[in-house]
């Protein structure tokens, strides 16, 4: 009886959550003009142009020019990772993902024929060096004692959490399993993006304890790591109709974009819950047996130790803290109207990071106050970003680039602000739509 009314009760909040869920990504987007916007902006689409037939699929990785034709139906994340680097430079979004031994795989790949590669601009090449120096100097080599650490402080904030519900202490245990679920996600997250035996071995780390799915996630978060803030391909800027981040079209309008700087909250703390269903439409449509069966364990354990109403409340607390720390740090950033900036230009023109002032904030935003050093370097372990800060900072300096860092708070609260505005603007009938066209 226990576990039906906890079935009803997320059915029931998923219902909502749904309606906030942003069209899925994969479809091609109509090239169109590059607007670079500040905070009160909107960007404005030139108009469409009809997007080039592809008989061959040719990218660029380092020196060489590859057909891709064969085997892009076989790439792991989808043949849409790869036909949007048709006639494109690839190298530094396929070396954010892939360990070096994986990139030494493309060279079996078939050549393009008759077709040069691109020479980068000279801060990709500065960037490109920096990194290969980061790996000869070991940064991206994980640290068991942090490791450890890390696990066994986010085992035990559960253990609290759990505690404190079953003892009837309701709301404490639900504030405490909502923070371990921001916590916990952070942790997950890290070993989808790491490289190597550990990682590999932990990819269902997130299924079994805060019940996302593994390859659902990698796919939609790692598009956002590629085109970070490009309008139409980003699903973490397809916030409408919940919220709008640029003056809408009046056909696209509701009549809450006038209060959405009070608003906000609501649909936040829906993250969680929509992703939770992502993952499981994700695993039960590819048939992903692993990841349905840590699912199903995670929702038995979930229900069985804090029961329905701590369940949804720790869900609902957990996905407000991740929504304002994951989207703080790009959503008052530039938008992009296509994709031909360079990668390294597009991180550090979209991407700023939070300063934490205290040791609790610094747990709780969980690597992720660093935005900017993961999106550059997204398999470096996050135990490491705080070290980088100065490398990274000194780098930017030295190629003419400005590296972007507000306090946690203020970041918040501006973002906030960019909301306000936004809401107190007039509609737009050239306004693009965030969806993919």
């Known amino acids: 009886m226990r576990a039906c ?33 500040l905070p009160d902006a909107t960007p404005v689409a030139a108009p469409a142009v009809a997007a080039p037939k592809k008989n061959r699929l040719h990218v660029q990785i380092g020196n060489a020019v590859y057909d891709l034709t064969g085997w892009r139906a076989k790439h792991p994340a989808g043949s849409h990772w790869i036909d949007r680097f048709h006639q494109k430079d690839a190298t530094d979004v396929i070396y954010a993902f892939h ?21 980068p601009d000279a801060t990709t090449l500065k960037f490109r060096e920096l990194r290969a120096k980061l790996v000869a100097d070991g940064w991206f080599k994980r640290e068991w004692q942090h490791e450890a650490f890390l696990l066994v402080a986010q085992m035990t904030q559960f253990a609290v959490g759990v505690a404190l519900a079953r003892s009837g202490h309701v709301l404490a245990g639900t504030c405490v399993l909502g923070v371990a679920h921001t916590t916990c996600g952070w ?17 269902y780390f997130g299924c079994l304890t805060v019940g996302l799915g593994a390859k659902w996630w990698s796919e939609k978060h790692n598009l956002h790591h590629a085109f970070t803030n490009l309008v139409g391909v980003d699903e973490d800027i397809m916030v409408e109709p919940a919220l709008y981040l640029w003056s809408p079209t009046e056909e696209r309008d509701k009549p ?5 700087h009070f608003l906000w909250p609501v649909p936040f703390s829906a993250l969680f819950a929509m992703w939770r269903i992502d993952s499981i439409k994700t695993a039960l449509k590819l048939k992903l047996w692993p990841e349905i069966v840590a699912l ?26 991740t929504a304002t720390i994951v989207t703080v740090t790009h959503t008052a950033e530039e938008m992009l109207m296509d994709d031909e900036m ?11 990071d939070a300063k934490c002032t205290d040791p609790l904030s610094e747990y709780v935003w969980g690597g992720m ?23 990274i900072k000194q780098w930017a300096a030295e190629n003419g680039l400005e590296y972007r860092v507000t306090g946690a708070w203020k970041i918040i609260a501006d973002n906030v602000n960019q909301l306000k505005r936004v809401a107190a603007q007039p509609t737009d009938a050239n306004s693009p739509s965030p969806n993919s066209a």
């Not at 909502?16 to 590059?34: N, S």
């Not at 070993?191 to 190597?196: L, Q, V, Y």
């Not at 993961?374 to 372990?381: E, R």
């Open 187 to 203: 942790l997950a997250h890290d070993f989808i993006h790491g490289r190597g035996k550990w990682p590999s071995f932990m990819r």
């Open 256 to 260: 809450w974009r006038k209060f959405q």
């Open 99 to 119: 360990s070096d031994e994986a990139m030494q795989m493309f060279e079996r790949l078939p050549r393009a024929r008759g077709v040069e590669a691109v020479e």
């Open 369 to 391: 106050q660093y935005q900017l050093e993961h999106h550059l370097f997204p398999t470096l372990p996050r135990y490491k970003y705080a070290r980088l800060v100065p490398v």
């Open 5 to 37: 009314a906890a079935a009803a009760a997320f059915v029931a909040f998923a219902t909502l959550a749904e309606a906030f869920t942003p069209a899925k990504v994969g479809r091609a987007l109509l090239p169109v003009q590059r607007v670079s916007t």
């Open 296 to 321: 199903s364990l995670h929702y038995v354990a979930l229900l069985a130790l804090v029961g329905p109403g701590v369940a949804l409340g720790h869900i609902m607390l957990g996905g407000l803290l």
């Open 342 to 352: 360079s990668f390294v230009e597009a991180q550090f023109r979209t991407t700023r």
